[in-house]
């Protein structure tokens, strides 16, 4: 009869105690949400016979296509920072849901973005252009104190 006494309250303090201490998958990966998406000029796209050298210069052929190459660069705001980021893979560039939100880690100079809303949840790499700080919101039209003469 001790013994089961014993055994019920083995088993009674067992079972209070969680199996895992940390049932949070922790991941190590930031959240942001894109904000906006601008195309900017990031190179240019030269096509034609200029390039063959002396030949082609004799012969007077030198006709060239030229045309400003645009990349898609997004603007990923998070709590701390603002990170303009244009994808490393140009040929096969996904458009971004804008107003969506992502996580994202970064190795070196580069991003490693998923989203986390909608189908496509893919993690893509991206160059990160730029790391600002947040803008303060604006004040909405709250008034500074400024010193004011007062009647003695």
Known sequence: MKITGKLVLLLALTSTIPLSANDKKKTGNERGILEKMEAVPCGSKQTGLAGLGAFWGSAGITHINSNEKLCPQYLLRTDQMDYEIRPIDLKHATILPIGKEGE?????????????????????????????????????????PSPSGSDH
């Open 104 to 144: 994202f880690t970064i190795k070196g100079k580069d991003m490693i973005l998923t989203m986390t809303e909608g189908s496509d949840q893919k993690a893509r790499s991206y160059e990160v252009v730029s790391m600002n700080p947040p803008n303060p919101p604006d004040s909405g039209g709250e008034k500074s």
